[in-house]
């Protein structure tokens, strides 16, 4: 006879406990088994967190855990992913439920009451079978659009959401069918990759990364330094001590290359999580790495609570890049997690960028890391020459086009005469990026968020970039019927149009995330352009990331300023770093390569650094304005938003909660809010923010666990908490 203690799952109301139950059957039950227990009358799933033998008479009240409720046949989780679990949500102020769903593949979370993985991975596909856009709503007619654009054939959890699939379906507008799926590593052209003799300046690096004392290693390496071979490397040693290595990458999809050199090097021993696995799959790789039949994970921020035994590594690649953080609950970043792990397993963790965070970079300097630095590329090749085209000289166009100056049409004209590839990047998708009446006045704004309506012309909607709200090109302005609209601001797709007509013979493919959405798509065109199937590459941010082609000799940037726009204290950090990677996409193998950089604001320090890729320079001057301002790394940051169905709550909500946080009298902190975010409303709630700013957090953060468990969830609050946001 067993007392058992039940970590349930009720994130809604925060709860973070354990409720006790009893059990006495045969089957077994242990630590970390899923089981399912009656809170209530509703029936949860819970997480087994302690077991202690009982007589009978010590049962009281308890009530019984049946033998055909437990889920599990051997444990979840091992103890240290546990007690990743639990630091985790300390640091993150999340309840431990909440971070266990995280760290769980869907069909193991402890929400889902699906128990088993499926055995034979299906892929459900999408079929459109009427064509002809009657009757259907803005969102339908998106889906309908993307299916027509894509042989009328995609995969299912790429076509659109479930409610919208079904709606179409019950029209008669689409069909399902399911094809079976080969495993997920067969997907991967693993070309082979010979094991590369490390240069001077590797070794010196590799052992440098292998003698550090500190448990965190930066690796500063301009891009085509070689740091992937590095990766390879440190990756083998570890093995052969018989360690498990975790490569976190920014996004799999993006990242071929490297997928492809772990898995020609080490063939089944790597198990690759990407978002293209089905449930069935994904269950099946994480049964298959905790039984340890794979020693090597490369996957994407998830990455990191790989159920690998025994981890000695844990790299992330770009770790500066921002998708490593979460930006939902709870909200964890995957750096920070890594470290926790290496803590706790006793892991190397090895941060690697050409342009680190420089909350990294402010470790190093400190000596809370070690730091190791590649200054050169392998090949001893200079960084392409860089031009800053200076957007307001008169004369700088030419008629043809406002977009592509003089100097860049030229190169681009160049470039193909010589039969090598450009790249030309702009940060921001669609056709126009605003629409106006120029009469009375009235914008085309998101009635769900408040924010700018883009126009796309793949399938003639607009549609809000924040929380993907769709609606039809209006015929007319809503307000004043005036039918002569204007169209301001530009994205990648009308740039794709300029381009087409200045360079009609060039062969232009676009890579955004409107054509990424079907992966295929996308995998296709990076291939294709390596291939050199096409001459320019265009495209958002996507393709300046990691990418290595040989042929590419000019890299452009059509518009340096976008992201300075954005009001948020890491903009300058965020334009240097896709100056910076934009500039080293050219010239990686043999031939000389050349950079161009468009912008209205030729001085700015972020674009005249990051043009001369000049890390060093920058790291100083951002370094003193964070300081002037109170940015972090000087400060720790944490935001809470509050919601709640009407303005005038969420905003009560809020300033209550200042005032209690007020009533802790910690000297170090500042409130600051609650104010208005950018994104202020979000299924239909209001949301207020409270930015608190402190040099140390330790003392702040249980207080206000308590607080928010206690106050944050009343009255129709919700109050979510966002330890480190990156904007706010
Ligand atoms: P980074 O990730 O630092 O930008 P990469 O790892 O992509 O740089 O390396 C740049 C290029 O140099 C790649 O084509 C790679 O194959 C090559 N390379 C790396 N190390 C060596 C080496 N030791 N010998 C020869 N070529 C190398
Ligand atoms: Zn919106």
Redesign the pocket.
């Known amino acids: 006879m067993w007392r058992v203690d039940v970590l349930l799952e009720i994130v809604s109301r925060g709860l973070d406990r354990t409720f006790s139950y009893f059990y006495c059957g045969k089957k077994s039950l242990d630590i970390y088994f899923r089981v399912l227990v009656d809170f209530n009358g509703r029936s949860l799933m819970g997480f087994v967190l302690k077991k202690k033998e009982i007589s009978k008479e010590e049962i009281g009240d308890l009530k019984e855990i049946k033998e055909e409720n437990i889920v599990d046949e051997e444990p979840l989780l091992s103890p240290s992913l546990f007690q990743l679990a639990e630091v985790v949500a300390n640091y993150y102020l999340a309840s431990r439920a909440r971070v266990l769903q995280s760290m769980l593949p869907r069909s193991l979370s402890p929400r889902r009451s699906s128990l088993k993985g499926v055995k034979i991975a299906y892929e459900t596909y999408v079929k459109l079978l009427d064509d002809s856009e009657k009757d259907l709503s803005p969102k339908q007619l998106e889906c309908v659009r993307l299916l027509k654009e894509n042989n009328y054939e995609i995969r299912k959890k790429e076509a659109g959401s479930p409610s919208i699939l079904k709606a179409l379906s019950s029209k008669g507008v689409i069909s399902f069918f399911r094809v079976e799926k080969k495993r997920g590593l067969h997907r991967i052209k693993a070309f082979p990759?010979e094991k590369?003799?490390?240069?001077p300046a590797?070794k010196e690096a590799f052992f440098g990364i292998l003698k550090a004392k500190q448990d965190v290693t930066l690796l500063e390496?301009?891009?085509?330094?070689?740091?992937?071979?590095?990766y390879l490397q440190l990756s083998e040693k570890a093995l052969e001590e018989g360690k498990s290595v975790i490569m976190l990458v920014p996004e799999i999809n993006l990242t071929p290359?490297m997928v492809s050199y772990f898995a020609a090097r080490f063939h089944e021993k790597v198990a690759i999580l990407h978002s293209g696995l089905t449930e069935g799959e994904r269950y099946d790789e994480y049964r298959r790495i905790a039984k340890g039949e794979a020693q090597i994970v490369i996957g994407a921020r998830s990455a990191v609570f790989a159920p690998l035994k025994n981890v000695g590594l844990i790299i992330l690649?770009e770790e500066h890049v921002e998708s490593y953080k979460q930006e939902t609950a709870p909200f964890y970043h995957a750096r920070e997690v890594a470290i926790m792990r290496g803590k706790i397993e006793g892991a190397r963790v090895l941060l690697?960028s050409?342009t680190p965070s420089l909350e990294s970079r402010a470790r190093a300097h400190k000596g809370v890391y070690a730091f190791v630095e590649?200054k050169e590329?392998?090949?001893g090749k200079a960084l392409p020459k860089v031009r800053i085209l200076d957007l307001r000289t008169p004369d700088i166009f030419t008629k043809a086009s406002d977009k592509i100056s003089r100097p860049l049409l030229y190169a681009l004209k160049e470039r193909l005469e010589k039969g090598e590839q450009s790249l030309l990047l702009l940060n921001r998708r669609g056709y126009w990026t605003g629409i106006e009446c120029p009469d009375c006045g009235h914008l085309f704004m998101c009635p769900d968020c408040g924010g700018y309506l883009t126009y796309h012309m793949s399938d003639q909607l607009l549609k809000c970039h924040h929380c993907g709200y769709v609606e039809e090109y209006p015929e007319c302005c809503p307000q004043c019927h005036n039918t002569k609209l204007r169209r301001i601001g530009y994205g990648t797709e009308r740039l794709e149009r300029d381009l087409r007509d200045l360079l009609p013979e060039a062969r232009i493919a676009r890579l955004d995330r409107d054509v990424g959405r079907v992966s295929k798509k996308m995998e296709e065109i990076l291939e294709d352009f390596r291939a050199g199937k096409y001459d320019i590459l265009l495209g958002t941010q996507m393709i300046a990331k990691?990418h290595?082609f040989?042929n590419l000799t000019l890299a452009g940037m059509a518009l340096a300023d976008i992201g300075l726009a954005l009001p948020s204290y890491r903009s300058s950090e965020r334009t240097f770093n896709l100056v910076t990677q934009t500039v080293?996409r050219a010239g990686?193998?043999e031939k000389n390569g050349e950079a161009f950089i468009q912008t209205f604001n030729p001085e700015h320090y972020a674009i005249v650094l990051g043009a001369r890729q000049d890390y060093e320079a920058f790291f100083r001057y951002e370094m003193k304005m964070r300081h002037d301002n109170e940015e972090p790394p000087y400060v720790y940051m944490l935001t809470l938003y509050v919601s709640a169905k009407s303005e005038e709550r969420s905003f009560q909500g809020a300033s209550d909660l200042r005032a209690m946080i007020e009533e802790l009298k910690l000297n170090d902190l500042r409130i600051i809010g609650p104010f208005t975010p950018y994104i202020s409303v979000s299924q239909g709630l209001y949301r207020k923010v409270l930015l608190l700013k402190a040099r140390d957090m330790s003392r702040l953060k249980p207080k206000l666990k308590e607080i928010i468990e206690t106050y944050g969830q009343r009255g129709g609050l919700k109050t979510e908490v966002n330890v480190d946001p990156l904007d706010y």
Do not use: C, F, W
């Open positions: 990759h590369l003799e490390l240069t590797q390496g301009v891009t085509g330094s070689g740091k992937t071979e590095i290359q690649d690697g050409a590649l590329r392998v090949n990691g290595d040989p080293g990686r193998s």
